[in-house]
């Protein structure tokens, strides 16, 4: 992999990071996890497999060491890793109709339901949930899976507008 790029999937990381980190928790200790827009950005502007994998790791740890979600940590490690894994097929099938803004707000939207319902499944499955899966759902997962949608559009066209000013040529489009 190109250092170059390595280091962009570690800035965006590290802005979800700091993010995630003071984002307080709401109902059952759950966060609203903004770290996944900076997550799908990075899979976005970097489309290699080895990316996807290193981010996945990357962001399940990140998020695991910051979670306020009592017994979180396996389930955000599991949680990014299928996210990542569906983000990497939903951007290679966009890529196939045409991948835009529309496709980038669809495809975070996606992400943030599949990764709130894994961690939800995960969390529910290993230590039991703080409050029934359903509340979580609808007062956790849904308001983030339409935040991110934005924080996702804002954070890729400010990062692809970057890259065409620096004439870094990451994004095949």
Not at 24 to 46: E, R, Y
Request: charged residues 10%.
């Amino acid at each position: 992999m190109d250092l170059r790029k390595n280091i962009l999937t570690a800035l965006l990381l590290a802005i979800g990071f700091i993010l995630h980190q003071v984002m307080p928790g709401a109902i059952g200790s759950m966060k609203f996890d903004l770290m996944l827009a900076f997550i799908f950005v990075s899979i976005f502007i970097n489309r290699e497999f080895k990316n996807v994998i290193l981010t996945a790791l990357l962001g399940g740890i990140i998020t695991a060491l910051t979670t306020a979600f009592p017994g979180g940590q396996i389930a955000n490690i599991v949680d990014k890793i299928i996210t990542c894994l569906v983000i990497y097929l939903l951007v290679l099938i966009a890529e196939k109709v045409k991948f835009n803004q529309i496709s980038v707000g669809i495809i975070s939207f996606i992400g943030t339901i599949v990764s709130g319902s894994v961690f939800l499944g995960t969390a529910l499955f290993l230590v039991g949930l703080p409050a029934p899966f359903l509340a979580l759902f609808v007062g956790i997962v849904i308001p983030t899976s339409i935040t991110n949608i934005f924080i996702t559009l804002i954070v890729y066209n400010a990062v692809k507008s970057t890259l065409k000013v620096s004439g870094v040529k990451f994004i095949e489009q």
